[in-house]
């Protein structure tokens, strides 16, 4: 089973480290505060009151045996940096960073972070596409060119084959999988009979995303 840890357990840290779990993986909890450790002590595997800034105390954590530590600190732009440099330095096999915005994102990188995140970035995306496109459920920028969108089922395309929808000529955009109820078809072939309920998870460069949007909006 995975195991992953989180530092920093304010509403994002609290969050992730509360999902994590609830999906099945073995997740450690730490933060400096009592009160946010004794909030989510039965929402988690283990929940530990630590200064993660002391290279001691996460040594004795074991965090090098996880399989990924999440800095989440805050506002301590300077904290998160540190804590990011020690982990590496301790040899965790990967770290993923909350950044505030993009200089810190940027010394995030320098200073070896796997990843970096946006949450309040990404999260004012998605809500964003909500806002400006009523079939658009979920919307996921990749990189700064391409993303994934999940889109519901235009009428238009109910009772049609995949490949008569032509989506990767028409609007060089494709269909990666079909979420249907409970269901999910991954890599749906042209024969595939879209049907009205369906969700499409489509992905394609951000420009031909955002025409297929205003067509079907």
Known sequence: MRQFAVIGLGRFGASIAGTLHRMGYEVLAVDEDEDRVQEIMDQVTHAV????????????????????????????????????????DLGVKSVVAKAQNDLHGRVLERVGADQVIYPERDMAVRVAQHLVSGNVLDYIELSPE????????????????????????????????????????????GQEIIQAKDVLVVIGANEDLKNLRRERD
């Open 146 to 189: 391409y993303s994934i969108l999940e889109m519901v089922t235009p009428d238009e395309f109910a009772g049609k084959a995949l490949g008569n929808i032509d989506l990767r000529n028409r609007h060089r955009v494709s269909v990666m999988a079909i979420k249907r109820g409970e269901d999910i078809i991954v890599a749906p072939g």
């Open 49 to 88: 009151q630590a200064d993660a800034l002391d290279e001691e105390v996460l040594k004795t954590l074991g965090l090098r045996n996880f399989d990924l530590v999440i800095v989440a600190i805050g506002q301590d732009i300077q904290a998160s940096i540190l804590v990011t440099v020690m982990l590496k």
